[in-house]
């Protein structure tokens, strides 16, 4: 299939290549452009520097790309997922990746061991109040520096000649200007994704485990589970 990925602009460089290999093809298109916050950044890396954080959570590829190359030796640090460990390693920074692809897994990966750190995050401009109630449950203390915001693109997104098109995040769905279709697959990454998707009338046929890969392992069992003939 020919597939529409929702990306910042930037940030799809290995989707081709991850599709590849699961049989598919597939694009970029942008509902969301980054708008950096450049005093937020320096002020997380006078931070780092200054060793207030016992430990650093990557919420996304993004802040990682971003900041990465900035840092020297810092304290523990924590990627969400392999595309932002990668990220980090690019700038040889050795990082500790979680099991899942959620900031909600955070905490019981860290387990008893948060109880009195400071938790450095910098991501997006954008809430989520559950991971840092989490933290602050389990006696950790947040800094949180919103490092860039995400603003609509306010385009409408080029589906003319896809098979199907992937919601990457709740953000990228509800900001999307865009054209169902009968014959247009629609996926979502993730279990948060396809909540917010059903709540605005979307109901994803395909759901991830908040990885393109996995999402694109689903699209397979969906398509061997529906073919036709």
């Known amino acids: 299939m020919k597939i529409a990925v929702t990306r910042l602009l930037g940030k799809e460089k290995s989707d081709a290549a991850r599709c590849a290999k699961a049989g598919h093809t597939c694009y970029s298109v942008h509902p969301l452009r980054s708008d950096l916050r450049e005093s937020a950044i320096a002020e997380f890396v006078k931070g780092v520097s200054n060793k207030e954080f016992d430990c650093i959570f990557f919420t996304s590829a993004l802040p990682a790309k971003i900041i990465a190359p900035f840092l020297k030796k810092g304290p523990r640090v924590i990627a969400i997922g392999p595309q932002t460990a990668k990220e980090l390693e690019q700038s040889g920074i050795v990082c500790e990746t979680l099991p899942g692809f959620y900031s909600r897994d955070f905490v019981p990966y860290l387990g008893k061991w948060i109880d009195g ?21 389990a006696g ?3 800094h949180e520096f919103r490092c860039y915001g995400l603003e609509p693109t306010r385009e409408t997104l080029a589906l003319d000649t896809a098979d199907a098109i992937l919601f990457t995040s709740a953000m990228s769905y509800t900001k999307a200007i865009w054209t169902p279709r009968g014959d247009l697959l629609v996926m979502a990454i ?8 059903r709540t605005g009338g979307t109901v994803p046929a395909v759901v991830g485990d908040g990885s393109l890969e996995g999402t694109l392992a689903a699209l397979n069992n969906y398509l061997d589970n529906n073919q036709s003939g």
Do not use: C, S
């Open 140 to 142: 950790g203390i947040v």
């Open 117 to 137: 750190k400071h938790i450095g995050i910098p991501r997006a401009d954008v809430p989520n109040p559950a991971l840092l109630d989490a933290i602050a449950a």
């Open 190 to 197: 993730g279990d948060i994704t396809a909540a917010v998707m």
